[in-house]
């Protein structure tokens, strides 16, 4: 059943407190130029607006309008100043926002970050007593940690390194067991440890909310850094947290990571590995992730049954696994013979599974597939896709839209809504911005998405040409993940 949406009550949290962050002065360090390389999207530039020792703010030059999504990596980036080069590395797209005709980015950068000695050395005005605090800055990025976060981490990693020993000597009490005591006594474990580990994480994660909630942007980054030199080894361990960690498809979230939360989450190479991975698979979020599988599961059979047409038409954009449409026809198959979809990713891999797994449906359902390799970047400019596609009377996508700016999900949301048949609904799903588990998953997997209000996914929906017939916001059970419904 589709859950309309109600937002949680407002909180009195701390507002956030944004670090100072050193405002390109053209009087005194003159044009800092950006250049870019995306792997996919080659090479542009831009001019620095702010900098900090780990970010950088970059407007795009007028015209440039490359279609870059939150967590993209940049291949090179480098910053110059009166030909002298402030930075030469990496780094990653945190945010990324319209003003008028131009993008701003906001990048964060990777190592050691900027030289700010030699900012400070370009703007001639400055005192030597800044160059000195920013050259003392820049050689020692971890001397001004927020004392409780550095208290906190190294409680988090003891009690981390003692459950993995404890659990190491029960794993070494079982190894001369037989294969079947072996199995049924860690089975046993993991039952007993799962609501434990779940309760302590979350505990822990309660003091990291409390600690980091007013840090600045550069503040997160080099507090998560710290984090991740003490304890990203022992999470390691965790398949699903390596994953996501590591993103070996270039981004977290991908279809493997979807296939961890559907199936048996005791997975690991050691009782301290299954044990972490209990709690990462068991987090809000996460729960969020597998419930909005019965909700768009539902939401298909509903395209179904409520029309007349012969076959239904309908297409998921950024498919993953596509488990709603693999447990729709596993509880009725006879919905098969109505059915036609269309399966839509820009990973390989991910539609090899699709085609490996739903193929057998032909033969024993009657549905129709069609299994479609296409980047997100160019779906985005076939406005044309009504045409390429064909019309559909259902258009979804569960978990694309958390990465978009603003004016990519607003222009692919008119693409989808372009490609509607009369009366036929686009469904896209984003995280709301009460996600619990948000500072969990950038803080411990550098899992970054673009958080929502209901009220900003109305507005998109609002603006599309020609009105839609109705626009709303649902949820799947745990509110967690938002629904943006419009109807043609």
């Known amino acids: 059943m589709a859950h309309a949406y109600v937002a949680p009550p407002t909180s009195d949290r701390t507002p956030r407190l944004r670090a100072r962050r050193i405002s390109v002065d053209l009087e005194n360090l003159g044009v800092v130029r950006a250049e870019l390389t995306h792997a996919e999207r080659g090479r542009f530039t831009g001019e620095v607006r ?7 703010g970059v407007e795009l030059e007028a015209g440039a309008n490359p279609v870059l999504f939150a967590a993209d990596r940049l291949e090179t980036i480098e910053l110059q100043s009166n030909g002298q080069v402030l930075f030469r590395g990496r780094g990653t797209i945190r945010r990324i926002s319209d003003e008028g005709e131009k993008l701003k980015l906001g990048i964060e950068l990777d190592g050691d970050g900027i030289d700010l000695a030699e900012v400070y050395r370009q703007g001639t005005r400055q005192s030597f007593a800044q160059r000195l605090a920013a050259f003392e800055r820049s050689t020692t990025p971890y001397s001004h940690l927020n004392p409780d976060f550095k208290a906190w981490v190294a409680d988090f990693r003891s009690r981390l390194d003692s459950l993995k020993g404890f659990l190491g000597n029960e794993e070494r009490a079982l190894a001369t067991e037989d294969l079947f005591t072996r199995s049924e006594s860690e089975r046993q474990i993991l039952e007993h440890i799962r609501p434990w580990i779940v309760r302590e994480m979350e505990s822990a994660r309660t ?27 022992l999470f390691a361990e965790s398949p699903f947290m390596r994953r996501a960690y590591e993103k070996p498809l270039g981004y977290a979230g991908d279809y493997e990571m979807m296939n961890m939360l559907y199936r048996n989450h005791a997975e690991g190479d050691s009782l301290f590995g299954k044990a972490i991975n209990l709690y990462a698979t068991n987090e809000e979020a996460a729960v969020a992730v597998v419930e909005r599988v019965s909700y768009l599961k ?43 979809v269309a399966l839509i990713d820009q990973e390989e891999r991910s539609i090899s599974y699709c085609e490996r797994t739903l193929t057998p449906f032909v033969s024993s359902t009657g549905a129709r597939f069609q299994f479609v390799r296409e980047s997100v970047r160019d779906l985005m400019t076939k406005r044309a896709l009504r045409t390429a596609l064909g019309e559909r009377e259902l258009i979804y996508s569960a978990g694309l839209f958390d990465y978009l700016s603003d004016r990519a999900f607003d222009a692919l949301l008119s693409v989808l809504y372009g490609a509607l048949a009369p009366g036929g609904s686009v469904a896209v799903g984003n995280f709301a911005t009460h996600n619990p588990s948000r500072l969990t998953m950038e803080y411990f997997s550098e899992w970054f998405l673009i958080h929502r209000t209901s009220e900003e996914m109305m507005r998109f929906g609002k603006r599309l040409e020609p009105s839609p017939s109705n626009v709303a916001v649902e949820a799947e059970p745990t509110g967690i993940n938002l629904f943006l419904i419009v109807k043609r």
């Open 50 to 56: 702010d900098l900090s020792l780990h970010g950088i």
């Open 207 to 233: 003091h990291l909310n409390e600690i980091v909630c007013s840090f600045s942007d550069d503040d997160h980054e080099v507090h998560r850094n710290f984090l991740k030199l003490h304890v990203s080894p």
């Open 298 to 340: 539902n939401l298909v059979r509903k395209a179904i049954e409520s029309s007349n047409r012969e076959r239904v038409r309908i297409a998921s954009i950024g498919c993953g696994p596509a488990r709603e449409i693999a447990l729709l026809l596993q509880e009725s198959p006879s919905l098969g013979e109505r059915l036609e």
